[in-house]
């Protein structure tokens, strides 16, 4: 069993920063692969960033420079650092990690969402 959980949201005033933390724990041979994904209200998910085991990332285009992605391999954790976050970024804000467990499944998991408002 693999527990995901993302925790760091918030209301937050424009301009200022968050940081979202993706923790996963259970029987976890390796975390592989993770993204971070949102969803804001009426709009469809879409992708933020991504980082690879050995901490390749990519960004949507319209993020970068803003948000920076990072992990803690010992942590099993996952990082979203967002600065000069605007009223648009009001989203639930999702983690998905592609993890080898200790039965040595690949498998594919996704947090609960952790809601982020930015607003004065």
């Known amino acids: 069993q693999v527990q995901l959980v993302e925790s760091g949201g918030g209301l937050v005033q424009p301009g200022r920063s968050l940081r979202l933390s993706c923790a996963a724990s259970?029987?976890?041979?390796?975390?592989?692969?993770v993204g971070w994904y949102r969803q804001g209200p009426g709009k469809e998910r879409e992708l933020v960033a991504t980082?690879?085991?050995?901490?390749?990332?990519k960004y949507a285009d319209s993020l970068k420079g803003r948000f920076i992605i990072s992990r803690d391999n010992a942590k099993n954790t996952v990082y979203l650092q967002m600065d000069s976050l605007k009223p648009e970024d009001t989203a639930v804000y999702y983690c998905n990690a592609h993890i080898t467990t200790t039965t040595f499944r690949a498998l594919d998991y996704w947090g609960q969402g952790t809601q982020v408002t930015v607003s004065s």
């Open positions: 980082i690879t085991s050995g901490g390749s990332t």
């Open positions: 259970g029987r976890i041979f390796s975390m592989n692969s």
